[in-house]
């Protein structure tokens, strides 16, 4: 079954409503005006329930199939918020909001699902409920997290969550996905070096904590290179990197920021344990003192088995069998959805976005020709894993 016809008739008012979202882009958690249209949308489609402010302002909206006998409860999930970016698209829809900007494609996610739950409230061609989720602050606040805190599969009765996001370089209509870890655990440190400020002209007479964060910066490397398994992946990047004010003064500090990724618990704890190892005794090597302030941020996104293998056979439903790669390498980007698979079985999916600039770009937008394979997934997914009584006894 290819892409749902009606979703070719709906193309541009789904695509209407992106581009309002894209041109009001809100962070976090401050995603009022988004949530805001989101619910009305889901009460306009007929919703059997809205709730709002679950995860502080994430949307919930319940839409009860022609029968509920099978006693089957799917979720499926959409981030709202966007990025602290200046845009730089041209676009005549682009951000209104200065400094804010769609640049993950997050509006298409909402459009993409609103669209979906517009057409499973009018035909409700299924046997059991489907829940949209549309959720806060994925980038970096942890809104998945927060809305599996505040109850959100227990509340809903939710068996099996599934997400989607957009991907540049993967053809619009194609889906890409694999069992396991699809994305990678994301951590962030903050390194603080005191030394003994001074003079510039005096360098001996001070302990210099530019060097030890310069020479820090290039050891951190050596974790990856030298400590990991060549065979499992790992990334380290300093990001940031503060100090000294002028000319003539050595600095009394020095701060390095940056981020890990790692797609296993083992190689997780093995760089937490490096870096602090590093950071100390290499500190110490050049009389200077430093700390690690080591986050634990985003889980890897692992997708499980069994629900991986369905959302491959509606993916491919919907672009046939060479429009769907299966194992697809995982992405050292990270995710929050990662809180809701760990909190229920699912799977996370990619769907092309063509040939785009990249996400969090200034330039990238989200490729509207890709609404009718996103909303048909949607929609193929809840009807397939929930099927009509009259559908099963055809079948």
């Not at 002028?246 to 020095?254: K, L, S």
């Not at 799977?347 to 770009?361: P, R």
Request: aromatic residues 8%.
């Amino acid at each position: 079954m290819p892409i749902i016809n009606r979703f070719h008739e709906l193309f541009d008012e789904v695509a209407e409503w992106r581009r309002d979202i894209h041109a009001h882009p809100e962070l976090m958690f401050d995603v009022h005006r988004t949530a805001g249209l989101v619910e009305e949308k889901l009460k306009d489609f007929g919703c059997d329930e809205v709730v709002t402010g679950l995860g502080r302002t994430g949307v919930v909206g319940v839409i009860r199939g022609r029968d509920t006998a099978s006693g089957r409860v799917i979720g499926l999930r959409a981030d709202m918020d966007a990025l602290p970016i200046v845009e730089e698209t041209g676009a005549p829809y682009a951000s209104k909001n200065q400094g804010a900007m769609h640049a993950c494609g997050h509006d298409g996610h909402t459009a993409m699902l609103l669209g979906a739950a517009k057409y499973l409230a009018e035909t409700r061609n299924f046997d059991g409920t489907a829940v949209v989720v549309f959720q806060p602050a994925e980038e970096g606040g942890a809104g998945g997290k927060v809305m599996v805190d505040d109850g959100l599969m227990e509340r809903f009765g939710i068996q099996e969550v599934y997400g989607m996001h957009n991907f540049p370089g993967l053809p619009v209509g194609q889906f890409a996905i694999r069992p396991g870890p699809m994305l990678a655990a994301t951590d962030v440190f903050v390194i603080d070096i005191e030394g003994l400020g001074g003079h510039a002209s005096r360098p001996h007479k001070c302990v210099d904590p530019t060097l030890v964060a310069a020479s820090l910066t290039q050891s951190l490397q050596t974790i990856v290179s030298r400590s990991v398994d060549p065979l499992d992946a790992a990334v380290v990047s300093v990001t940031a990197f503060r100090s000294g004010d002028t000319f003539n003064v050595i600095p009394q500090t020095a701060q390095l920021k940056g981020t890990v990724r790692s797609l296993t618990p083992e190689v997780r704890d093995l760089v937490e344990e490096r870096m602090g190892v590093l950071v100390e005794h290499q500190a110490a090597a050049f009389g200077a003192r430093a700390t690690l302030n080591y986050h634990r941020n985003y889980p890897v996104t692992a997708n499980h088995e069994r629900e991986t293998g369905f959302a491959v056979e509606v993916a491919r439903d919907i672009a046939g069998e060479a429009g769907v790669d299966a194992d697809a390498p995982p992405v050292m980007g990270g995710e929050d959805f990662s809180f809701m698979l760990e909190a229920r079985p699912g799977a996370f999916i990619f769907i092309g976005n063509g040939d785009t600039y990249g996400l969090h770009h200034p330039k990238f937008d989200f490729n509207d020709e890709a609404i009718p394979a996103g909303c048909s997934y949607w929609v193929r997914l809840v009807e397939k894993a929930m099927p009509a009584k009259d559908a099963a006894a055809a079948a």
